[in-house]
């Protein structure tokens, strides 16, 4: 019974977080360009993190057996 009631309340403040910044990015081309840029190095550093993971554990694997 926590599990669903979390899940909602985190789905709702993250909806109502998301809808204020689409708004914000509509009002102000900068903020949109400043989103665009957070995302997008976001994205690059989950990116480079598996590849890490990816090549440690292929290391691992090799030198294990």
């Known amino acids: 019974m926590l599990f669903p009631a979390e899940m909602?309340?985190?789905d709702t403040a993250g909806s109502v977080f998301m809808v204020e910044a689409y708004a914000s990015a509509v009002r102000d081309p900068l903020r949109k360009l400043w989103d665009n840029l957070t995302i997008t190095d976001a994205?690059?550093?989950v990116t480079v993190f598996?590849?890490?993971w990816a090549v440690s554990s292929a290391?691992?694997?090799?030198?294990v057996a």
């Open 59 to 63: 290391v691992y694997r090799w030198r």
């Open 8 to 10: 909602a309340v985190v």
């Open 50 to 52: 598996a590849l890490s």
């Open 43 to 45: 994205s690059v550093v």
